[in-house]
């Protein structure tokens, strides 16, 4: 009986494994043909790192900061979390405030970008708070983006935009006012040391739409930039 038991353990193990071969094989893949392809950056970066950019996004498994941005590692600080959310400066500490001050003060970053995207489960989740009864930490931490719906409501939306997309935009621009309230940013964007941006990644195709936060509207990433010379 005890050997049939620890048969059955094992099948069931077996099974939970068997959804992890291919990152595992992933791992074992890296290191045997990427990891000595890159050797001198890794080498490079063993005990150091000096980054140019706080990229803040989604915890949403279908974007990926570095292959979005074409970007080795190394070049990203990356933070990630449900709705791309920076709560406001508080005495409270959390992970994205700590992470925050280091990578501003510390690691001495000259940009942040806040990276929204299309299809936003947290998005959803905002527009939607009465279903959230069974998730009370989801529920708090969402309640940092309900302005965004509140603001999305009371300016509407342009025709052939959804609602989620504008809560969305309307989201990441909320978290950028509230990236303001953190001393550390203050005090960088004072001196004009730091630069913040707002990004709007489309899943479905690719692009990517940035705003300057004073019209509310998001511009194709190749125009905006060169607009702004
Ligand atoms: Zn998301």
Not at 204 to 225: A, N
């Amino acid at each position: 009986m005890n050997a049939f038991i620890v048969r059955l353990q094992y099948l069931m193990l077996a099974n939970e494994w068997s959804n992890m071969d291919h990152i595992i094989n992933g791992v074992l893949s890296f290191q045997k043909n990427i990891f000595p392809e890159h050797q001198k950056l890794f080498d490079e970066l063993a005990t150091q790192q000096s980054p140019e950019v706080l990229f803040i996004t989604c915890s949403d498994s279908r974007i990926d900061p570095n292959l979005v941005t074409q970007s080795k590692p190394g070049d990203l600080f990356i933070c990630r979390n449900a709705g791309n959310i920076i709560p406001p400066h508080s005495q409270a500490t959390g992970g994205m405030t700590a992470s925050i001050e280091y990578a501003v003060a510390v690691l001495g970053v000259r940009h942040i970008v806040v990276c929204g995207h299309t299809d936003c489960g947290a998005m959803k989740g905002v527009l939607n708070m009465d279903a959230l009864e069974d998730l009370p930490h989801v529920k708090e931490w969402l309640g940092h983006s309900r302005s965004a719906v509140e603001v999305a409501k009371v300016l509407g939306q342009p025709s052939g935009t959804t609602q989620l997309k504008r809560v969305t935009e309307e989201n990441i621009l909320q978290q950028i006012q509230h990236l303001k309230t953190h001393p550390v940013v203050a005090s960088r964007l004072a001196t004009g040391q730091l630069q913040l941006h707002a990004w709007m990644y489309d899943i479905e195709t690719g692009g990517m739409c940035c705003s300057d936060g004073k019209s509310r509207s998001f511009e194709p990433l190749e125009g905006f930039y060169q607009s702004l010379g």
